[in-house]
């Protein structure tokens, strides 16, 4: 079976926790090299994992000929400038979330990805899990009647100065880090964008970045609302409310892998638990892009809905200042 070749830029411990061993299982996808700006970490990672190269750049591996597509989870500043670099070798792109510091920025991206005619995709795993697939189908079959509001928790407490998620100039934040997911989930599932926004978010004082943020987002039909914080005990859910019914997905982003995913479908003639054999949505999203790619299928996600994510992000902050509900730019 013919194999889609990646080259990973950066030896990131969400790769080496989280992706490496469940792709290299797929049938359609090939870790052919990593990379690092420490070619003795990129050496000892490659051995460690079997990866057949090990480069000391990424320029390296955007040069090998071998590659026909690279996954960036490099820190949110540094996306933009190798996702530009990538499209003009050639390569096709997945790349971490959020995909851009700004829509501005994301909105020039996408325009040069299709001028080089590559593919780009934002690395929304969630999506790709059956309970997410169900759980759009409860709503979609009129089963929870009609969605009137959506509501997500998100949090994780990490007060460490070093890590990345808390340098302001990076993109840290809780907002661009976890609040993506809970601006991505109701557009996700109503499958419509906000109209408009309010926010009110609190900042560290010595970090900058926003520590607790927390938001309305108005569909016209149905609203979201979510908290999201890096300062709060690690907490998630996601809670659909419908005029008939609603449905609780308890472990909605980071799901494990090794165990059933559990959500709650709660109507009027009762509760009902509904499993999901384990699935590794890291391994689902990677086999699902590169099928599109060696297939020239459609991408399962393109790369507009990063931009529309992040002008919700965008505007959440101009409300945050302005104190007032804006109008999504």
Partial sequence: MKKLRFGI?????????????PVQKLTNVEIVAIASRSETKAIDTAKKFNIPKAYGSYEAILK???????????????????IIKAADAGKHILCEKPMC???????????????KGVQLMEAFMYKFHPQWQFARDVIRTN??????????????NNPSPSNIRNIKEYGGGGLMDIGCYA??????LLDKEPISVVSQI?????????????????FGTARASFHVSTSSDAYQKVEIIGD????????PFNTYSDVHAKISVISGIGTREVSFDPVDQYALMFES??????????????????????????????????KNWESVI
């Fill in 9 to 21: 830029l950066s030896v990131s411990n969400h790769f080496i926790k989280r992706i490496v061993l």
């Fill in 64 to 82: 090998d000929d071998q590659i026909d597509a690279v996954f960036i989870p490099l820190p949110n500043h540094m996306h933009a400038e190798w």
């Fill in 101 to 115: 510091m700004n829509a501005e920025e994301a909105e020039y991206i996408l325009e040069y990805t299709q001028k």
């Fill in 143 to 156: 089963n929870i009647g009609k969605v009137n509001f959506i509501h997500t928790s998100f949090s994780y």
């Fill in 183 to 188: 601006i991505s989930t109701p557009r996700f």
């Fill in 202 to 218: 609190s900042y560290h004082k010595d970090f900058g970045t926003d520590i607790i943020t927390s938001a309305l987002l108005d």
């Fill in 244 to 251: 008939a019914g609603h449905i609780i997905i308890h472990l």
């Fill in 289 to 322: 892009f590169s099928n599109s790619i060696l297939n020239k299928l459609e991408l399962p996600y393109l790369a507009d809905d990063a931009v529309l994510n992040q002008k919700v992000i965008d505007t959440l902050l101009i409300s945050n200042k302005s």
